[in-house]
């Protein structure tokens, strides 16, 4: 019997290999308080990538410097490069809010604007980002958005109420699918889940693994357990630094520095 030899393996592309984002000795200050120092640190396209580390290190400092959020807080400034696709997102040609268009952010606490319908808070940040959609156009893209939100099914009859009628658990999906309406490249959630019930919040556990097929995620949080469900890779943020980063198994079964394991341990933080 002739047995076919093996198919030749086909070399990813530089575009699916290079890195999504990418900063270079970032450093950002509140004032004359440093809170992040160098930090040098690679993202993966259509991956979960979790920062985990104290209060106060730097971890959410760290993702608003992605998308320009932390030059919006007064006396706050960074220094360093952090490019997107390769290109320095602090760029004189690159528009902010342009920008946030393509880097989506998701807060701690939900917060849809709350004047508005379920339908009018998925459709705000096209608005906000001077995108005209015509009608037919407008309500494909919020059962697009919804749906991607895993929120379509449980709403769609609802959709003029008032975004706020919604659970607390419903609202952060709320928030997530008009962040996917403008279709971003990557969302950037800090601590999604920490003001949920443990039901909303394995919801968003869920919807993460869905996400993350069709958009880059960077995701902060204060709980390990969640940290090692879902994401791909950890970071491990400690005083302003990037103590390391390896696949999340690695992480939190054979850290490369003593630190890291200590923090998971619990012998800090």
């Known amino acids: 019997m002739t047995v076919a030899p093996p198919a030749p393996s086909v070399a990813p592309s530089a575009a699916e290999t290079?890195?999504?984002?990418?900063?270079?000795?970032?450093?950002?200050?509140?004032?004359?308080?440093?809170?992040?120092?160098?930090?040098?640190?690679?993202?993966?396209?259509?991956?979960?990538?979790?920062?985990?580390g104290p209060s106060g290190c730097g971890k959410s400092t760290y993702i608003r410097c992605l998308n320009r959020m932390h030059e919006m807080v007064p006396g706050a400034r960074m220094a360093g490069r952090i490019e997107l696709d390769g290109v320095d997102v602090y760029g004189p040609d690159v528009d902010p809010v342009l920008l946030r268009r393509k880097v989506g952010m998701v807060f701690q606490k939900p917060n849809p604007f709350p004047t508005m319908s379920i339908r009018d808070n998925v459709l705000a940040g096209l608005r906000l980002s001077r995108r005209k959609v015509a009608k037919t156009e407008a309500e494909a893209i919020v059962e697009k958005a919804l749906r991607g939100a895993a929120l379509w099914d449980e709403v769609k009859d609802q959709l003029k109420k008032p975004g706020t009628d919604l659970s607390?658990?419903?609202?952060?999906?709320?928030?997530?699918?008009?962040?996917?309406?403008?279709?971003?490249?990557?969302?950037?959630?800090?601590?999604?889940?920490?003001?949920l019930d443990p039901i909303a919040t394995a919801r968003i556990e869920d919807l993460l693994h869905e996400l993350k097929e069709r958009y880059t995620i960077v995701i902060v949080t204060h709980n390990m357990q969640q940290a090692a469900r879902v994401s791909d890779q950890t970071a491990f943020f400690l005083s302003g630094e990037l103590v390391e980063m390896a696949d999340t198994n690695t992480i939190f079964t054979s850290p490369g520095d003593r630190r890291t394991e200590d923090y998971i341990t619990g012998k800090f933080g």
């Open 18 to 52: 290079r890195p999504k984002l990418v900063s270079r000795q970032l450093e950002a200050w509140f004032g004359d308080n440093r809170v992040l120092k160098g930090v040098d640190m690679e993202v993966p396209a259509r991956r979960v990538t979790a920062i985990i």
């Open 168 to 195: 607390g658990g419903q609202q952060q999906r709320l928030c997530i699918a008009r962040s996917i309406a403008v279709e971003p490249e990557v969302l950037l959630m800090d601590e999604p889940a920490s003001a």
